[in-house]
T-cell receptor, first 111, second 117 residues
């Protein structure tokens, strides 16, 4: 079993729809990261969370430490949101700097 | 400036060639990373440099040789690669490595897409 599991693996939505991507993890973490990767491209860090909720524009990320679960929500989705969204976690102590990645969720938003 | 610049964007090389990938950041970050990413897979950590010293080598074959000549620059020297080494190579940097949450946010470059023939 992977230490970081994401669902769904693939997601197709119509423009304007509300989107949720889920991430569950099985290890102790110091922080959880949501990353975005466009096709053929580099990675952008969207959020780093250690508790609660963060919002940036149309993106909202939440984390429940007790349940070891995080969600990324996109409101009023747009075709430019089409990308792979990756959940990653940081451990403790000497491994804080290392990221354990989920396999990613490929999102396609149709106009 | 929150940019990590990688060059070249694309590289095609034969199995007997020697080439280098370059990564540069001017954010004052003291930790730099190399990742390898195969198609439809998450990135795999290869190396971590902290304060210009190699801190992690994830059992990477010696045909990959990293170098950190100064705090802004990270190179990856390639020699005698195999076709299975074809992948997207990503560089990242963070304020520090292993200490403090905010300092762990990694900034990624756009990557070098490498093809080994």
């Amino acid at each position: 079993k992977n230490e970081v599991e994401q669902s769904p693996q693939n997601l197709t939505a119509q423009e304007g729809e509300f989107i949720t991507i889920n991430c569950s993890y099985s290890v102790g973490i110091s922080a959880l990261h949501w990353l975005q990767q466009h096709p053929g491209g580099g990675i952008v860090s969207l959020f780093m969370l250690s508790s609660g909720k963060k919002k940036h524009g149309r993106l909202i990320a939440t984390i429940n430490i007790q349940e070891k679960h995080s969600s990324l929500h996109i409101t009023a989705s747009h075709p430019r949101d089409s990308a792979v969204y990756i959940c990653a976690v940081s451990g403790y102590g000497g491994s804080q700097g290392n990221l354990i990645f989920g396999k990613g969720t490929k999102l396609s938003v149709k106009p | 400036d929150t940019e990590v610049t990688q060059t070249p964007k694309h590289l095609v090389m034969g199995m007997t060639n020697k080439k280098s990938l370059k990564c540069e950041q001017h954010m004052g970050h003291r930790a730099m990373y190399w990742y390898k990413q195969k198609a439809k897979k998450p990135p795999e950590l290869m190396f971590v440099y902290s304060y210009e010293k190699l801190s992690i080598n994830e059992s990477v074959p010696s045909r990959f040789s990293p170098e950190c000549p100064n705090s802004s620059l990270l190179n990856l020297h390639l020699h005698a690669l195999q076709p299975e080494d074809s992948a997207l190579y990503l560089c990242a940097s963070s304020q520090a490595w292993g200490t403090g949450l905010a300092k762990n946010i990694q900034y990624f470059g756009a990557g070098t897409r490498l093809s080994v023939l």
